[in-house]
Structures are given as structure tokens and as C-alpha cells.
């Protein structure tokens, strides 16, 4: 099986991913979701994701956060394969079903920046790459949000939010470091 789901992915990415590894990773989540660990095999699916990018691993890792339990990080990787993976019929239905359900028991949130920034909540980073436009979801409650431009600095942010909620930020990065 992981044979036949690296071949997979080596075909439907480019070359630029790291399909071995990815397939391991994506190996090691399995074998964490059989062992009922759900919250690791999220973890090892996002790496699987992250190393070669592919609707299977993305998919696994959004029902992985599910039945850990981990709605805001569920519903904010559907909204990833939702705009990634729209072309894909199993993401485009798991991600429309998933924020059908998740959606109206968290707040949602739209941080513009500018240049390019990652973002983090709660100390946890929401995706390792920097980019102008982040969407993510987030549980009811005050949350820290910290904001980073490389060369620029940070900007932290308090949010209290309730379910249903919608938000919308701008930000902009601090003058850059001497």
C-alpha cells in the first residue's frame, strides 16, 4: 500500500516534493491511526503533506484532527484542501461536509499581510510557508495570535472569539530590522 501511494504521488506532484519521505511519513500515520493515536498520525500526514503535497495525505490528515478531536485544525485543513485540492472529488465532499459540520462551532478568520507572513496561535504555527493571505479557524475563547515577517519582526495580537464568528485582519509588517 505505501508502495502504490508513493507511486501515486510521485505521478501527481512534481518533482520538487520529497515523495520517500513523504511516503514514510505517510507510512508511520497509518500505523499511529491503526493504534487508535490519532493525534500523531495527524501529525505524520501533515508531515506526509508538507514533504510532497497530495489530496490522500491532506484528506488523512483532516480526518486524523477530527477524530483527535482537534476541530479548529480539522475545519482550517479543509479549507486547505478545499483551495488546493478543488479538482480532487474526495477532498472537495470530506471538506464541504467537515465545515458544514465544524464551521458554525468556530470562528473563522481571514488575516491579510503584507509582505508575506506566517502566523501562529497559541504558539502553535498554522503553516511553515509565509504568504499575504492566511484562513484558518479557530475554538471560541481568547486566543494569541503572532504574526512574523522575515527581516521585519513580529506583531502579537489578543483575540477573543465566539463560534460563528467571522473576522477579518489587516496587518501590516513593522519597518524592517536594522
Not at 503533506?49 to 483527535?68: E, I, M, N
Not at 502579537?156 to 536594522?178: F, M, N
Amino acid at each position: 500500500l505505501s508502495l502504490l501511494l508513493a507511486s501515486t504521488a510521485a505521478r501527481a506532484q512534481p518533482a520538487t516534493g520529497d515523495v520517500t519521505a513523504a511516503a514514510a511519513a505517510f507510512q508511520e500515520g497509518q500505523r499511529a491511526q491503526i493504534a487508535g493515536d490519532y493525534a500523531r498520525a495527524a501529525e505524520f500526514f501533515e508531515l506526509a503533506d508538507h514533504a510532497a503535497p497530495s489530496p490522500a495525505a491532506l484528506r488523512s490528515a483532516v480526518r486524523s484532527h477530527q477524530a483527535a478531536g482537534h476541530a479548529a485544525r480539522a475545519a482550517t485543513l479543509a479549507l486547505r484542501a478545499r483551495e488546493r485540492d478543488a479538482a480532487d472529488p474526495q477532498s472537495a465532499q470530506l471538506a464541504d461536509a467537515l465545515l458544514a459540520e465544524l464551521g458554525p462551532r468556530l470562528a473563522r478568520v481571514r488575516l491579510a499581510c503584507e509582505p508575506a507572513c506566517t502566523v501562529s496561535v497559541d504558539q502553535l504555527a498554522l503553516d511553515p510557508h509565509a504568504t499575504t493571505a492566511h484562513a484558518f479557524f479557530l475554538e471560541p475563547g481568547a486566543r494569541a495570535l503572532d504574526v512574523r515577517w522575515a527581516g521585519r519582526g513580529a506583531r502579537a495580537r489578543s483575540l477573543d472569539v465566539t463560534a460563528g464568528q467571522q473576522v477579518e485582519l489587516q496587518l501590516d509588517a513593522p519597518p524592517p530590522e536594522a
